[in-house]
């Protein structure tokens, strides 16, 4: 997250500096790759924590919470691909 942070604030310099803009777009697209790389990671410690321990619980209600919030993330995540 640390480096992240600094291409962001790396993308704000260029931008105040009038760097050119494909340089800034090939900037962006990297810190975009990035918190998906990220998200895909929080994603998948979600799945194997706490939806896996909702499962497992044998408690249908917490079960069917934690599957339908994994299922809008899944479509959150996947539509800003």
Do not use: P, W
């Not at 291409?7 to 340089?23: H, L, P, S, T």
């Not at 990220?38 to 321990?53: E, K, S, Y």
Request: aromatic share 2%; net charge negative.
């Amino acid at each position: 997250m640390r480096r992240i942070e600094g291409q962001a604030r790396g993308i704000e310099k260029m931008i105040n500096d009038g760097r050119y803009c494909i340089d800034i777009l090939t900037q962006i697209a990297a810190v975009t790759t990035a918190l998906e790389s990220v998200a895909g990671i929080l994603l998948d410690d979600h799945v194997n924590h706490c939806v896996r321990h909702a499962l497992a619980s044998g408690d249908e209600a917490v079960a069917s919470e934690k599957t339908a919030e994994l299922l809008e993330a899944v479509h959150r995540f996947t539509r800003t691909r």
